[in-house]
């Protein structure tokens, strides 16, 4: 016996709430994915993302099997991941919801051919690259073509609540 595999059991093994609370105490940047096709925005708001490589510059998302905005990017072959700024829950709020136009009354800007979110703490534009299966998730890799950092601080997510990062003392 693998010493390495005892007492695994298999996939699918774990219970759906140990492995929702085990990652949900895990912080994560809240980002929207935006695109423009068809002479309109589309965004949602995705729960994972992550730089993927410096050479060549690569970053990668998880967008739901199920989501519109999943053939979207398919179609335009361009997106942005807007990491929202402190302050911002209830964007990311509006842009996770289903069934409404979340760009109704909210600021944004056609930039490098997809929308950029007003007071995003960072926006990258991406190629997609590629499209990975990922369980019930699709995983995107995006080429990065333009990229751009403010000094405002980034919206993370936690424990089902929203929160920014708080320096600790030197030591």
Known sequence: MNPA????????????????DALGSVCTPVAVVTSFLDGRPHGTTVSTFSTLSMSPPLVLTAVDAKSELLALLRDAGAYAINVLASGQQ??????????????????????????????AASWVMCRLE??????????????????????????????????ILASLPAS
């Open 90 to 119: 209830d964007l990311a709020r509006t842009f996770a919801r289903a069934g409404s136009d979340p760009f109704d009354g909210v600021s944004w800007t056609l930039e490098y051919g997809v929308p950029r979110l007003a007071g």
């Open 5 to 20: 595999s005892a007492g695994f059991e298999g996939r699918g093994s774990i219970a759906p709430s140990a492995f929702r």
């Open 130 to 163: 590629d499209l990975l299966p990922g369980g019930d998730h699709l995983i995107a890799i995006g080429h990065v073509v333009h990229a751009e950092a403010s000094d405002v601080e980034p919206l993370l997510y936690r424990g089902r609540s929203f929160g």
